[in-house]
Nanobody, 123 residues
Framework: QVQLVESGGGLVQAGGSLRLSCAAS????????VGWFRQAPGKEREFVAT????????YYADSVKGRFTFSRDNAKNTVYLQMNSLKPEDTAIYYC????????????????WGQGTQVTVSS
């Protein structure tokens, strides 16, 4: 059992940067793989990035590769998504999610979800 709370979203101009945080509480967080997903109005939830329990392995969607960086600090029970070179297409609600076991790109494989944080990128 783990509770997740995202923060750090906001309004930014294209080309700018944001750093999202996801703070966890409850169960031992280093037992969980974590994913970032996003959902724009009228669109399905989309995979962004995932990280394994130790933070040693990350995987990114092609759409964000080279621009976003996923990290975790298990001592602080927090994961981060550094988003650089933001594009209007990145506009969405961003969610962090956690699951026991290996990283996964399928949102249906994640049991625990945060409330989301809005990211808006102006053109």
């Amino acid at each position: 059992q783990v509770q997740l709370v995202e923060s750090g979203g906001g309004l930014v101009q294209a080309g700018g940067s944001l750093r999202l945080s996801c703070a966890a509480s409850g169960d031992t967080f280093n037992s969980y793989a974590v994913g970032w997903f996003r959902q724009a109005p009228g669109k399905e939830r989309e995979f962004v990035a995932t990280i394994n329990w130790s933070g040693s392995s990350t995987y990114y969607a092609d759409s964000v590769k080279g621009r976003f960086t996923f990290s975790r600090d298990n001592a602080k029970n927090t994961v981060y998504l550094q988003m650089n070179s933001l594009k209007p297409e990145d506009t969405a609600i961003y969610y962090c999610a956690a699951r026991r076991g290996a990283s996964n790109v399928d949102p249906t494989q994640y049991k625990y979800w945060g409330q989301g944080t809005q990211v808006t990128v102006s053109s």
